[in-house]
């Protein structure tokens, strides 16, 4: 009889131990299967933004300490932005298959394109080299030429293969330069392809680098807005005033 007493208790608790188990495992699954609601105050961040810096194997852009690049560019392999220089808001410098300079106190402004090919059929340098005091307006596309000092692009240009701007020319809105065609200085050119118009004057060969000047100083003031010095703290102390939240 004592036998059987405890053979009869063992079956009992293991029978309470398995309904109990079964008893939790479903509450557990009531749980889970509730609609989470996400708090109101939670930020959704976005984790998949893209590198401005991207390095490509053992090459690394390099970015002067007081050149301005803006925080949606993207500069990949083997790009130099030297001092004094600006890169603007949704330009691509893709320096994958040669070499990209810009040269000190140069700006690339909004949504340009600048690449380089591995060789020119022309022979010239396929690298793509834009020299001091340069300006590149927006939405310019640029492939393996070369850009001497003070020269302005105008916006919407296309520079393919193997082209030179020399010194003190200016290349008119929306105009293409094909491969290996070479802009001589002081000239004005415009049109598809590209064309002379006429020789520059003094008073517009001086202006040229006066307008990359004044780029690079407006520059500063974008510049001031990201580390290491930066007035969004100014933003943040508001915030948390409106929030009752001590400073």
């Known amino acids: 009889m004592a036998s059987l007493a405890?053979?009869?208790?063992?079956?009992?608790?293991s029978a309470l131990s398995s309904q109990s188990h079964r008893v939790l495992l479903r509450g557990f699954a009531a749980e889970a299967s509730k609609a989470v609601t996400p708090s109101p105050d939670r930020v959704?961040?976005?984790?998949?933004?893209?590198?401005?810096?991207?390095p490509l194997g053992q090459w690394v852009p390099k970015v002067a300490v007081d050149a301005y690049v803006?925080?949606?560019?993207?500069?990949?392999?083997?790009?130099?932005?030297?001092?004094?220089?600006?890169?603007?808001?949704?330009?691509v410098l893709r320096g994958d298959l040669?070499?990209?300079?810009?040269?000190?106190?140069?700006?690339?402004?909004?949504?340009?394109?600048i690449h380089a090919a591995w060789s020119s059929p022309t022979g010239l340098p396929a690298e793509t080299s834009i020299e001091r005091f340069v300006t590149v307006g927006a939405y310019s596309l640029l492939r393996s030429c070369t850009?001497?000092?003070?020269?302005?692009?105008?916006?919407?240009?296309?520079?393919?293969e193997g082209s030179l701007v020399e010194t003190h020319s200016i290349l008119e809105a929306g105009s293409v330069v094909p491969p290996g065609r070479r802009i001589p200085s002081g000239e004005l050119w415009a049109g598809n392809p590209a064309r002379f118009v006429r020789m520059?004057?003094?008073e517009e060969?001086?202006?040229?680098?006066?307008?990359a000047v004044a780029i690079n100083d407006l520059s500063k003031n974008h510049f001031s807005e990201f580390l290491p010095y930066s007035t969004v703290y100014?933003?943040?102390?508001?915030?948390?005033?409106?929030l009752g939240i001590s400073i």
């Not at 405890?6 to 608790?13: D, E, F, V």
């Not at 803006?70 to 330009?91: E, F, H, I, K, Y």
């Not at 990209?100 to 106190?105: D, E, M, N, V």
């Not at 850009?147 to 393919?160: A, D, N, R």
């Open 6 to 13: 405890r053979i009869s208790r063992k079956a009992l608790t």
């Open 44 to 54: 959704k961040w976005d984790y998949r933004g893209q590198r401005k810096i991207i």
């Open 70 to 91: 803006a925080p949606n560019v993207v500069l990949a392999g083997q790009v130099a932005v030297l001092d004094g220089s600006s890169v603007w808001s949704g330009s």
């Open 98 to 113: 040669n070499k990209i300079t810009l040269g000190f106190c140069s700006n690339v402004q909004e949504r340009c394109v």
């Open 147 to 160: 850009i001497e000092p003070e020269c302005i692009i105008g916006q919407h240009s296309i520079l393919m």
């Open 200 to 202: 520059l004057t003094h």
């Open 205 to 211: 060969t001086l202006e040229i680098p006066k307008l």
């Open 234 to 242: 100014l933003e943040v102390e508001k915030f948390k005033k409106s």
